[in-house]
């Protein structure tokens, strides 16, 4: 299995910038999709940005395009969101997850979360 956490979250005034970092243990996750999404109060969990397990290619969600930018660490065993220019409705607990791989759509059905950071983005 492989155990996820997050870290990095924080209060930032709109137009700053956060990285969040996601530390993997139990697996490389060089075996995993890796991605992140968010939740906001009263929403249902939404997909954020993913990058693939093999070729390294990147997709994100279209309203943080150009803002937000994925990547991964094998070697450190570690991925990153860089969030920059950020708005207040990037408000939301931010999850880390990792999807085995699998058919379908590489932004649906991860299999393992980390526990969340909080990100407050006040106007």
């Known amino acids: 299995q492989v155990q996820l956490v997050e870290s990095g979250g924080g209060l930032v005034q709109a137009g700053g910038s956060l990285r969040l970092s996601c530390a993997a243990s139990?697996?490389?996750?060089?075996?995993?999709?890796m991605a992140w999404f968010r939740q906001a109060p009263g929403k249902e969990r939404e997909f954020v940005a993913a990058?693939?397990?093999?070729?390294?290619?990147?997709l994100s969600k279209d309203s943080v395009k150009g803002r937000f930018t994925i990547s991964r660490d094998n070697a450190k065993n570690t991925v990153l969101l860089q969030m920059n220019t950020l708005k207040p409705e990037d408000t939301a607990v931010y999850y880390c997850?990792?999807?085995?791989?699998?058919?379908?759509?590489?932004?649906?059905?991860?299999?393992?979360w980390g526990q969340g950071t909080q990100v407050t983005v006040s106007s």
């Open positions: 990058v693939s397990w093999s070729a390294g290619i990147t």
């Open positions: 997850a990792a999807r085995t791989m699998k058919g379908g759509r590489w932004y649906e059905d991860y299999d393992y």
């Open positions: 139990g697996r490389t996750i060089s075996s995993y999709a």
